[in-house]
């Protein structure tokens, strides 16, 4: 099945404490993305990636590194997380190839508190 | 990328077909339009994507006019389970970013 596996769905963690969100796909995509949803501040996009070994800033990257060496994975690290990044995160994929339609896939999920 | 207005909430019945009217004024010669699905707590599902005239899959059907400056998500017959926020989005293939707009939250009631 295609899909954008991310992990954990769930996370609660203390204030500085470095942590990963792992965000993998299985449909060969070029671009991949990361978004945070806040109530009444919709979708946000973070970071994004073009392809393997090229990555770029969204419109909230503050707080927040990304890496795409390899094509199907793209983690998003939050090196001293802190209280206002608690939110629901969200990453995505799209074909870049010229094929099929242009719509992005997104993954379930993952909910992260910071105390 | 164009930016898009939609209606930030609708009721409807179930058994009724829904249209949720997006305009986009500033579209572009390159740009498509669309609309995703999204729950609560969920990440968006792509519905239907298209350029111009209409569109019809097995969810729903997307018109666009000849002017492209709006386009219209249909639903027919919809059923508690379409209760959602939709989102129109209008961008070239090969966007680098995306922006989700405010959506619109439709409410099927029973």
């Known amino acids: 099945e295609a899909q954008v596996t991310q992990n954990p769905r769930y996370l609660i963690t203390v204030t500085g404490k470095k942590l990963t969100v792992t965000c993998s796909q299985n449909?060969?995509?070029?671009?991949m993305s990361w978004y945070r949803q806040d109530p009444g501040l919709g979708l946000r996009q973070i970071y994004y990636?073009?392809?393997?070994?090229?990555?770029d800033k969204g419109d909230v990257p503050e707080g927040y590194k990304v890496s795409r060496k390899e094509k199907r994975n793209f983690p998003l690290i939050l090196e001293s997380p802190s209280p206002n990044q608690t939110s629901l995160y969200f990453c995505?994929?799209?074909?870049?190839?010229?094929?099929?339609?242009?719509?992005?896939?997104f993954g379930s999920g993952t909910r992260l508190t910071v105390v | 990328l164009a930016k898009t207005t939609q209606p930030i909430s609708m009721d409807s019945y179930e058994g009724q077909e829904v249209n949720i009217t997006c305009s986009h004024n500033n579209i572009a010669t390159n740009d498509y339009i669309t609309w995703y699905q999204q729950f609560p707590s969920q990440g968006p599902r792509f519905i239907i994507q298209?350029?111009?005239t209409k569109v019809t899959n097995e969810v729903a059907s997307l018109f666009i006019p000849a002017d492209r400056k709006s386009s219209t998500l249909s639903l027919p017959r919809v059923s508690l389970s379409d209760t959602a926020v939709y989102y129109c989005l209008v961008g070239e293939p090969r966007d680098d970013k995306i922006i989700f707009g405010k959506g619109t939250r439709l409410h099927i009631l029973p």
């Open positions: 995505a994929s799209s074909s870049r190839s010229g094929q099929g339609n242009y719509g992005y896939t």
């Open positions: 449909m060969n995509h070029e671009y």
């Open positions: 298209g350029y111009k």
């Open positions: 990636s073009m392809n393997v070994e090229v990555t």
